[in-house]
């Protein structure tokens, strides 16, 4: 039987719940135990799709294409696991599914009602995604975090916590436990702890006990005993299960933190986890995983030697926006053992228009950007800040510093190269000028233009290294639908020998910082969200010039990782490789990107050691075919499509 631990909140959002989520799970997990991971969301929005990055911050993309809310990102990197988009509940998704099956006659031509019809939806959904496998065990998971977005009392989420009361007696006593995450703010010294007695009483009101009370305190001072034992006194819960959560240097120290103060052991006595079978080769895993993490935070406690990144973005007003990049720069910067420091630029401040009507920002914006140990411009929608970013892709380019661009950033790239190489002075994308005479980013065909929620480019696809195996099979062999010739019939590049030995020595393969960085494979899966792609047509006039797209999808006809060869680092992708980083493991991308701002000796290191050592977090399961892969995603193809295979023409 699945045991599940709610994390519910109180007085305000956004305090912690999802690193608070995420850190017991990960303890759980250091015991050896399989976890998972639900956010429920009460939002009507059916995903986090269509939302702007600063009214929720990123949309976190799955291997499956769902676009979901930030925190399965935390999950993800912190339990080291793979989610679907069915792990992120939200009232859109219970709604339409309970109307459809009221449209359909299932309800028996019964009055559809809140209760029970919405909370008995709401308690099978949960039960369900609780048992699918997250891991590359292939078994059902011991353990189901939920995190009950938004904070108790919320009309919205009255629906879900409802479900909750009644889920806690339908799994029974033993396998439900619920901790509670209360703001304890603190006023000119003192603790004060009203607002966690008074959310814990609203909480108590609508049948809902909890088992441990997590106390967050926006400040570096710990929670005074006095303070708990007050706790304690007021919300019926003993001083062992109160728990203070206050401002450490970085989030991986947090459940280190609940650790000191024996979550894991309240909690193996409160859900009978000594009763669970759990093999020794597990256990061992879990003590490995502990050891890593402890490591690592140790590590990061002794990192003196900065790196400087410059983030030229877009939406750099709320940095929840790239939380997934952050991330897989932290991540990069622990293997390094350099102490990042990120500066956030919007790019919009690069453009000439911003000298004219603020020079002060202007000037403060490009000292900021000729200072950095590297650039970076990540992902992005609409034609605001564009022009910026393309001028700090050119210094970065002519400067020999650094740079990595992710989605928009890689399509930037390409503009850049068009307009500055090329001499192409209109280049532009469609996105920004439909009827541009010169477009060099398109619309991909297959895409719908009138629906916006999951019609993009979205979930994990292949992407083919050129000049490897892989890229001189013909597709369908690619796709390992064909059987490969025999070393005398060899293929259609390979039959002349001096022919062959040349390609070889103009091969990508044989000096992409890209493969070398991916552990020297013939293809890599990256996550996907887009709607454009570099025009095919102007494919061949861009590598005659020198932009070398080393990695291309199956067909060779899409391109999605750029890179230039006299370069000590430059770097772009298609896809968001942020979106699979690990603590323990970095995005090869972003660690590579983090190595050459330390210097090309980090460089050098970290090449050999990823040749070596690299291993992708996808289960093996999920790195298949881009045709099989898109038939598990939410694409959804219209028509019109250029290619046949997984962009075929549909009916209207």
Request: aromatic share 8%.
């Amino acid at each position: 039987m699945t045991k599940y631990i709610v994390i519910s909140g109180g007085v305000v959002s956004g305090i912690g719940k999802g690193i608070i989520a995420s850190s017991t799970g990960l303890l759980l997990k250091t015991t050896g135990l399989k976890v998972t991971a639900i956010k429920i969301d009460p939002y009507m929005n059916i995903d986090a799709g269509t939302m702007r990055p600063t009214e929720h911050g990123e949309v976190f993309v799955l291997n499956d294409g769902g676009e979901v809310d930030l925190d399965l990102g935390n999950y993800e990197r912190y339990l080291d696991v793979t989610l679907s988009r069915d792990n992120n509940i939200t009232t859109g998704k219970i709604y339409r599914e309970v109307i459809e099956r009221e449209r359909r006659g299932e309800y028996l031509g019964k009055t559809v009602q809140i209760v029970p019809h919405i909370t008995s939806a709401i308690q099978d959904w949960i039960e369900r995604v609780s048992k699918i496998p997250v891991d590359n065990s292939g078994e059902e998971p011991d353990i189901c975090i939920i995190e009950l977005g938004g904070t108790v009392g919320d009309i919205e989420s009255a629906p879900f916590v409802e479900a909750m009361r009644q889920f806690q007696f339908r799994v029974g006593y033993d396998n439900f436990a619920l901790i509670h995450v209360s703001l304890v703010p603190d006023m000119h010294g003192e603790q004060k702890t009203k607002p966690t007695q008074t959310t814990v009483h609203a909480l108590r009101g609508l049948g809902l006990l909890p088992d441990l009370i997590a106390c967050r305190l926006l400040a570096p001072r710990p929670l005074e005993n006095s303070t708990k034992e007050k706790i304690s006194m007021f919300c019926h819960v003993s001083s062992t299960q109160v728990l203070g959560v206050h401002d450490v240097s970085s989030v991986y120290h947090v459940p280190l933190l609940l650790q000191s103060q024996g979550i894991i052991d309240y909690l193996r006595k409160r859900l009978n986890l000594s009763a669970l079978n759990i093999p020794e080769e597990m256990i061992q895993k879990g003590l490995s995983i502990e050891a890593r993490w402890k490591a690592m935070t140790r590590a990061q406690e002794r990192c003196f030697d900065e790196v400087k990144i410059v983030l030229v973005g877009k939406y750099t007003d709320f940095k929840d926006s790239y939380m997934s990049v952050i991330k897989a720069l932290e991540h990069s910067a622990f293997r390094v053992q350099h102490k990042l420091v990120i500066q956030w630029v919007e790019s919009s401040n690069l453009e000439p228009p911003a000298q004219g009507s603020d020079p002060a920002k202007y000037h403060d914006t490009w000292r900021a950007l000729v200072g950095a140990s590297g650039i970076l411009v990540p992902g992005g929608f609409g034609q605001r800040g564009t022009e910026g970013m393309i001028l700090a892709i050119k210094w970065a380019r002519e400067q020999k510093v650094p740079f990595l661009g992710i989605c928009l950033g890689f399509q930037m790239a390409v503009l850049e190269w068009a307009r500055s190489v090329l001499g192409v002075q209109d280049a532009q994308s469609t996105e920004f000028v439909p009827d541009t005479p010169s477009p060099f980013i398109v619309f991909m065909p297959e895409v719908s233009r009138t629906h916006m929620g999951g019609t993009m480019r979205l979930g994990l696809r292949p992407t083919v290294f050129q000049g490897t195996a892989q890229a001189r099979l013909p597709s369908a062999l690619a796709n390992g639908s064909a059987t490969p010739p025999t070393a005398a019939e060899g293929t259609a590049d390979t039959a002349d020998t001096s022919s062959s030995s040349k390609f070889v020595l103009q091969s990508p393969a044989t000096w992409s910082k890209a493969r070398q960085l991916y552990g020297n494979v013939d293809r890599m899966w990256e996550r996907h969200r887009h709607r454009y792609e570099v025009n095919p047509e102007q494919v061949p006039r861009l590598e005659a010039s020198g932009l070398t797209f080393v990695g291309k999808d199956e067909r060779g006809e899409r391109m999605q990782i750029v890179e230039l060869k006299d370069h000590p680092f430059f770097l772009g992708l298609q896809p968001h490789p942020e979106l699979c980083s690990r603590p323990l493991n970095p995005s090869p991308p972003f660690l590579g990107f983090i190595a050459a701002a330390c210097g090309s000796s980090v460089l050098a290191e970290q090449l050999e050691e990823q040749a070596r050592n690299y291993r992708p977090p996808h289960p093996e399961g999920s790195m298949d075919s881009e045709e099989t892969l898109r038939e598990r995603t939410m694409e959804h193809p219209v028509r019109g499509g250029r290619m046949s295979g997984w962009g075929t023409p549909v009916a209207d």
